[in-house]
């Protein structure tokens, strides 16, 4: 019977291959699995934990480093004003033809030095522009008013001595003799065919 205990002995050999390779396998491809299993959970777990925090859309929404909303733009500056610029209710006084508006800047005996005159809105009325200009008085005699301010009355006819004496006491910024004030010294004149003064006014500004 020496068969029998042949083929016993094989299939018990064949029984136990059998058993070790059916054991081996499950456990060596479990922790394979068990593993990728556990790194997806894992990779999951913090893509819904970084999605659904509660805080994550205040924290960027509170970060300072982010505009909440549009940035307010400064207002331009206003563009200064200018202080010449004639106002609605002042406006230049038309000139009379051969007549001409300057400010006095030095006064004698035989002659004047004066600037062209600019009007303006300020108190005074007019500046002084341009080149100063010598005026000689005409031989024939001069024509000369001075305007009574203090008292809002008509211009006066003065003698010429007078109004340069008068004249001089503005320039020095002295009180000149009464009835008369001083106003920036602008004076309407008018020229003889020679180009001296043969007529000269001291224009009258509103009184303040």
């Known amino acids: 019977m020496a068969v029998p205990r042949m083929l016993l002995a094989a299939a018990a050999l064949t029984a136990t291959a059998l058993a070790g390779l059916t054991g081996c396998t499950p456990a060596d491809s479990r922790p394979t699995v068990t593993a990728a299993s556990s790194a997806a959970a894992l990779a999951d777990d ?3 934990d970084l ?18 909303g549009p940035v307010a733009v400064p207002a331009a500056p206003a563009a200064p004003t200018d202080p010449a610029a ?4 002042c ?3 038309e000139v009379d033809p ?3 508006v300057v400010v006095v800047v030095a006064a004698g005996p035989a002659e004047l030095t004066a600037q062209p005159a600019r009007f303006t809105c300020t108190p005074s009325r007019y500046e002084a522009t341009g080149t100063p200009v010598h005026y000689g008085f005409a031989a024939a005699g001069v024509t000369a008013t001075l305007v009574d301010r203090p008292h809002e009355e ?3 006819p003065v003698q010429l001595d007078e109004l340069v004496t008068h004249l001089n006491d503005c320039l020095a910024e002295r009180d000149p003799a009464d009835p008369y004030g001083c106003s920036g010294n602008a004076y309407d004149v008018v020229l003889d065919p020679h180009g001296r003064i043969m007529r000269i006014a001291e224009v009258e500004v509103p009184t303040p």
């Open 98 to 100: 051969g007549h001409q």
């Open 91 to 93: 406006t230049a006084p």
């Open 51 to 68: 999605l659904d925090e509660d805080d994550f859309g205040d924290d960027l929404a509170d970060d300072g480093d982010y505009a909440a």
């Open 46 to 48: 913090g893509t819904d």
């Open 154 to 156: 008509a211009a006066k």
């Open 86 to 89: 004639p106002a609605p209710e």
